[in-house]
């Protein structure tokens, strides 16, 4: 392939543009090594998640693909604990943010139509078929909630918790999120499970108009509220809101439905940088 349609190559440039945006202070400490940036050490990071490779893997490939480190920078493979380390330490929600408005920004501030959904990560690898020959229930999940652009499918904005956990309370903090990441919104697509006054006010508060099925909870048949009435009579363009199931089925397809971390704080961190490398890559 050539180096302008492999998409190894393309997802390295774009990974290591934003991470330096992200991480504007080459070195995390004066007395640092000096000897790989956190920019380089974050691109790698995407391309870790992107390839589905752990950490000695990604190192690995590294060491035989010249053209991916001339594109990083790196003039030499760093040991794969200092990737873990930088990881562990360093990769911060707050930074993988940091990448995603990067990409924004990168892409254009044009106003946009946002869907948002919620899917689970699952917290082991055992099977389905295991599962149910042993009789063993899986244990919880980790449930990420996307923001996405209608049209150029890019997640907007990415949240992580521990599930199950309602639909309806995680709409603004995904909402406000893409707004601090530079999205301008025209308006909001979501399912029924958003359904709620306080998400049309807040929204409507904002500037825009939030489209939601409203789920009849009254005896007649009413459905209060003007917002949520309006929303009986959803427009054409709702159908759009299945963009957002297309950047789930593609995250999970590209980067894996399950999380090969193993404590909370590090699971929810995982599913975020999914997000944001699926972003990076697209």
């Known amino acids: 392939m050539t180096k302008k349609s492999n998409s190894i190559a393309a997802t390295a440039r774009m990974a290591i543009k934003v991470a330096k945006k992200a991480f504007p202070d080459p070195y995390s400490h004066i007395k640092s090594p000096h000897k790989y940036t956190q920019a380089q050490l974050a691109a790698c990071m995407v391309l870790k998640t992107i390839l589905r490779?752990?950490?000695?893997r990604i190192v690995e490939m590294l060491?035989?693909?010249?053209?991916?480190?001339?594109?990083?920078?790196?003039?030499?493979?760093?040991?794969h604990t200092t990737l873990y380390y930088f990881a562990r330490d360093r990769l911060t929600e707050k930074k993988l943010q940091a990448m995603l408005a990067a990409v924004i920004e990168v892409v254009g501030h044009k106003k946009t139509t946002l869907a948002v959904d919620s899917t689970g990560l699952s917290v082991s690898s055992a099977s389905a078929h295991f599962v149910a020959r042993s009789g063993r229930e899986r244990k919880?999940?980790?449930q990420m909630t996307l923001a996405a652009t209608v049209g150029s499918q890019l997640v907007a904005s990415v949240q992580a918790r521990d599930g199950p956990h309602g639909d309806a309370r995680c709409l603004v903090p995904a909402v406000k999120q893409a707004q601090a990441n530079g999205v301008l919104i025209h308006e909001v697509l979501a399912d029924a499970g958003y359904d709620s006054h306080r998400n049309h006010r807040w929204c409507r508060g904002q500037g825009f108009r939030a489209w939601i099925p409203p789920i009849v909870r009254s005896a007649n048949g009413a459905i209060g509220g003007v917002d949520r009435a309006r929303c009986a009579n959803l427009p054409k363009r709702y159908g759009k809101r299945w963009h957002v199931e297309s950047v789930f089925s593609a995250i999970k397809r590209r980067t894996g439905a399950s999380l090969a971390a193993r404590k909370p704080t590090a699971q929810k961190l995982e599913a975020i940088l999914k997000a944001v490398a699926y972003t990076v890559h697209r």
Do not use: A, Q, T
């Open 53 to 56: 490779c752990d950490y000695r």
């Open 63 to 79: 060491e035989v693909m010249p053209e991916i480190r001339e594109i990083l920078g790196i003039k030499s493979v760093c040991h």
């Open 140 to 142: 919880g999940y980790v």
